[in-house]
């Protein structure tokens, strides 16, 4: 069946380090791939999407390429700041229904 | 535009009791979900429903019922709470299916002793 494996947190970072968090994905069909990301105390909202193989995601500085060769959709930032630290939800929708799996989350902590 | 509320923001309930969590959207879409979120496990969707008046089961759907009587409101109902259901309880909606963006409320923290 379909799902997803995501790198285990947490992940420590100085302000202005290189982040990746890694995401792999098994899948039927051609879903699209998301990236959430939850602040403390909320609920999760919308980093960035890709609907097909090849699309590169991105937002705030974030970015994710949707790759089939390797079933990935790594989560990458330059230069991550303080206000970065949250945790990261990679997810896959199945194609055509109402049922996402989500990773099981990657938390972040930046330090000035 | 509130997007999603939820209410409580968070309870403490005793085994045994109902609770039904309350949500509402203003967007105006079709599908709306509920999902627990608990520690190493990320979210797991307990009940969906694609348009009011039709809801399906999720990954964990058992000791808990939802209704879609409108399009805006979609309430979870534990029929009898059990410690296991401890947990932050998130309602989401998006435009027609899992392929489109989900919009999150902020949750409910609910504690069952």
């Known amino acids: 069946g379909d799902s997803v494996t995501q790198m285990e947190g947490p992940v420590t970072l100085s302000e202005e380090a290189f982040l990746t968090i890694n995401c792999t994905y098994t899948?039927?069909?051609?879903?699209?791939l998301f990236w959430y990301v939850q602040y403390p105390g909320e609920g999760l909202q919308l980093l960035l999407k890709?609907?097909?193989?090849?699309d590169k995601g991105s937002n705030k500085g974030f970015e994710a390429t949707y790759r089939k060769e390797t079933t990935s959709f790594h989560l990458e930032k330059g230069s991550v700041q303080v206000s970065d630290s949250a945790v990261y939800f990679c997810a896959l929708p199945n194609t055509g229904g109402f049922k996402t799996i989500f990773g099981a989350g990657t938390r972040l902590f930046v330090k000035a | 535009i509130a997007g999603i509320t939820q209410a409580p923001t968070s309870q403490i309930l005793a085994a045994g009791r109902r609770m039904t969590l309350r949500c509402t959207q203003d967007?105006?879409?079709?599908?709306m979900y509920w999902y627990r979120q608990d520690l190493g496990l990320g979210l797991r969707l307990i009940h969906y429903s694609n348009t009011a008046g039709t809801t399906g089961k999720g990954e964990v759907p058992d000791g808990y019922s939802v209704s879609r009587a409108n399009t805006d409101d979609f309430p979870l109902t534990l029929a009898s709470a059990v410690p296991s259901q401890t947990s932050v309880y998130f309602c989401?909606?998006?435009?027609?299916?899992?392929?489109?963006?989900?919009?999150f409320g902020p949750g409910t923290r609910l504690t069952v002793l």
């Open positions: 989401a909606s998006s435009e027609q299916g899992a392929q489109d963006t989900q919009y």
């Open positions: 967007m105006r879409h079709n599908a």
């Open positions: 890709a609907t097909k193989a090849d």
């Open positions: 899948a039927t069909g051609y879903p699209s």
